[in-house]
């Protein structure tokens, strides 16, 4: 088995990969991009790639919501959760706040700190890097340009980077969820937790499609856990939306929830149905019984009868 990840070595998206069984004792190949690890696994240089989704304060994770939503199919096969904490660290030479003047990190940890920069390092300026860890690494080249980087403790403490603060993030808890994503096979079983992730292109110039989209979970009970809208990039009023979903596509209230959309939207785009990481059972709905594989099953056994009896 050959993983890949946004790397390199020490991003938080390294963080999630070690939580897959099995993951740590496995080749492991980090790529410069989210768009590179995914490639990885289209190509089948890699099995399956860790990349991040969603943050729980900087929201979706557009680079990878795009990239699955486009190109070769790939399946999510299951989510890992990662709670963020950062540290600035700084170049050799550079001991104290009034030092830095640049800040090398990835645009959501940037976004995840800004609060905290403002105040404590407001000459400071952000300059964009490819990962957290990629940010931090850079002060290490001879001909770095920057000061300091913001990242995971863990980068800090492998490599001889000074610490000016940790703890620096402006939301305590925050935490990030990643999804491990292989080319299209056999679905995860059932777990009695699931979700499934869909990508729904929005029909244009259709008054209330949004909301037909909606009423399709709606109808059948099925709670959503994250809905966001994104351009498609082929002009302006053309969205797609990716959904994440509670519940697997072997219930019956999923798959017919599925059914319906595929009516309205031919070109929707299934992205797998995988155990959740939910942190506590306390928050997942309770199924109605009229939503049950049960009461499912009863009326279209109900159906078919009807139609069976002709004059
Ligand atoms: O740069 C990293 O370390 C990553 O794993 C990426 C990423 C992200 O895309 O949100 C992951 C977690 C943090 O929220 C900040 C950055």
Redesign the pocket.
Known sequence: MIYT??GPS???????LLQVPGAADARRVPAAS?NAALENVRSGAADAAM??I??S??GG?S??LDAIATGGSLQIVGEYL?P?T?VLVARPGVDTLESVRTVA?????WA?CRGWAEANIPAAEFVP???????ALALLEPDNAYDAAI??PLVAERHPLTVLRAGIEDNAG?V?R?VLVRRPGQLPPSSGSDKTTVVIPLPEDHPGALMGILEQFAARGVNLSRIESRPTGQGLGSYFFSVDADGHIDEARMADALAGLHRISPDIRFLGSYPSARISDASRPSVARHNTDEAFAAAAAWVRRLRSHRA
């Open positions: 990840y946004l020490g991003t938080f998206t390294e963080s999630a989210v990349v991040p969603e943050n304060v900087e994770v680079a990878t990662v963020i950062f990190t990835h645009g959501h940890a995840q890097a490819s990962s957290t860890a990629a940010g990242c995971s925050a990030t990643f």
